[in-house]
């Protein structure tokens, strides 16, 4: 049985804990797309965690956390997670790394910042992690993949070929000190040293668990709306976002991905620059912010505070769809306990038009928002476990944004913990 937990809007929904609960019930939890540009976070029996890399089973011990081929992979990244979270007691985890996973190297990084710089206040708001060099080169095809690492003449070859290219640019447009062919050859020979205990055909090792009937879980990293295809182009991220992709990421066949567990949060956030409709400021915005998530909504990775909203039927029932959501799972709403009414965006006005279909990005430009106004329900709703013992205010709020979703909510999480999860069963299942 494989399963993707994905999410439906800017990223920071809460994946990774919905990830790390499920993970209970898993064999192998593994990464298909992104790099460490984005992070979980993740509160277990062991402590607080962010992750950028590692997949979100990695406090389990029976669970193998597979890299996928169309994962970002930083190497240096990667090996600082694993030893920081086996020096925080986490008894050490089953990693595998794809062979066919390709390398960020320290000149994607380099060239991510150098054209965030001289784009200036037109940048991306990229994380400056070298994702999309990254992702150029590879579907440049000169890109290197981990299987490479073990074979020096084609290092060699290539490296020579790296220079003569990206040194054009580097010299030229950025006036930076160009790329050396012994620096880059010394990098990759420790990328070599590091991988090489994890390295393995990893689509096989899927395709064999699949047969045997165990459990994968498929974990996204951002969400639709960062999808450089479905969201909102060009402040996107390079590599997909979707379920669907889970297939070509992790190299197992589409038609076995039978659930896909979309995760929406409560209220909406977003890092970066680009279109954000229920957009809030001020006061509303640093109230909700500095009580969102667990301990304030700032980027696990960059620590930026996050864009804050309401939450956003249009765009996240838009995201459900192209994630082909089988269950949403409804999370961090036990944080909007300090309202007396809730806005809910359930449509957009463009031109003087209202529509609830999320439009493409010149026209979402234009949008603004239409709310419903939700009352309240005033107290904390953390420990509770049974759907039924919510209060009847809240459980109005889950029901009103499910029938605008219109996919099923089949997990409320009201709070960060593993246990801090309500099972439900929806009417729409
Ligand atoms: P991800 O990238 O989708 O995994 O999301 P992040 O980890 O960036 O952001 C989610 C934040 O919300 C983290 O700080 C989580 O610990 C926290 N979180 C997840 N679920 C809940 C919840 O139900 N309640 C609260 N209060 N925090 C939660």
Not at 62 to 90: M, Q, Y
Not at 155 to 174: A, F, H, R, S
Not at 351 to 359: A, I, L, M, Q
Request: aromatic share 10%; charged share 25%; proline share 4%.
């Amino acid at each position: 049985m494989i399963k993707a937990v994905v999410g439906a809007n800017w990223g920071d929904e809460g994946k990774g804990k919905i990830t790390d609960t499920l993970a209970e019930q898993a064999d192998y939890i593994v990464r298909f797309q992104g790099g460490a540009n984005a992070g979980h976070t993740i509160v277990n029996d062991y402590g607080k965690f962010a992750l950028h890399t590692l997949p979100s089973g990695v406090f389990y011990q029976h669970t193998v956390n597979v890299i996928g081929n169309g994962v970002a992979l930083n190497l240096p990244i990667l090996t600082n997670e694993i030893k920081s979270i086996v020096d925080k007691g986490v008894p050490m985890p089953k990693i595998a790394v794809s062979d066919r996973a390709q390398i960020v190297m320290s000149y994607h990084i380099l060239l991510d910042k150098y054209e965030e710089e001289r784009l200036g206040k037109n940048s991306y708001g990229s994380t400056k992690s070298g994702i999309a060099p990254f992702y150029s080169d590879k579907f440049a095809k000169i890109g290197f993949q981990v299987s490479e690492l073990f074979d020096d003449e084609i290092l060699k070859e290539k490296v020579k070929k790296i220079c003569t290219l990206k040194n054009v640019i580097i010299e030229n447009l950025y006036h930076k000190e160009p790329l050396k062919e012994e620096d880059l050859m010394e990098e990759l020979h420790q990328y070599r040293d590091m991988v090489a205990p994890y390295a393995c055909d990893t689509a096989a090792m899927l395709y064999e668990a699949d047969r045997q009937g165990k459990t994968i879980l498929l974990e996204g990293q951002l969400g639709t709306l960062k999808d450089p295809d479905h969201g909102i182009y060009p402040m996107v991220t390079s590599s997909s976002t979707l379920a669907g992709y889970g297939a070509i990421g992790a190299g197992v066949p589409p038609y076995a991905i039978r659930q896909v567990v979309t995760v929406c949060k409560a209220y909406s956030s977003a890092v970066g620059a680009g279109e954000f409709v229920s957009e809030i400021f001020g006061d509303e915005a640093d109230e909700l912010r500095r009580r969102g998530g667990d301990g304030g909504e700032f980027g696990a990775t960059t620590g930026r505070p996050r864009r804050m909203g309401w939450f956003d039927c249009v765009a996240s029932r838009y995201g459900c769809r192209l994630q082909g959501t089988t269950d949403v799972a409804f999370t961090v709403l036990d944080v909007l306990g300090y309202l007396d009414e809730i806005p809910v965006c359930v449509g957009y006005e463009i031109d003087g038009k209202v529509t609830d279909e999320f439009p493409t990005t010149s026209s979402l430009a234009k949008a603004k928002p239409v709310y419903e106004v939700l009352p309240g329900w005033k107290c904390e709703i953390r420990g509770i476990k049974e759907y039924d013992s919510l209060p009847e205010n809240c459980r109005r709020y889950i029901e009103f944004i499910e029938s605008r979703l219109g996919y099923p909510i089949t997990m409320v999480s009201n709070g960060p913990g593993r246990k801090d999860i309500i099972y439900r069963t929806s009417s729409l299942s």
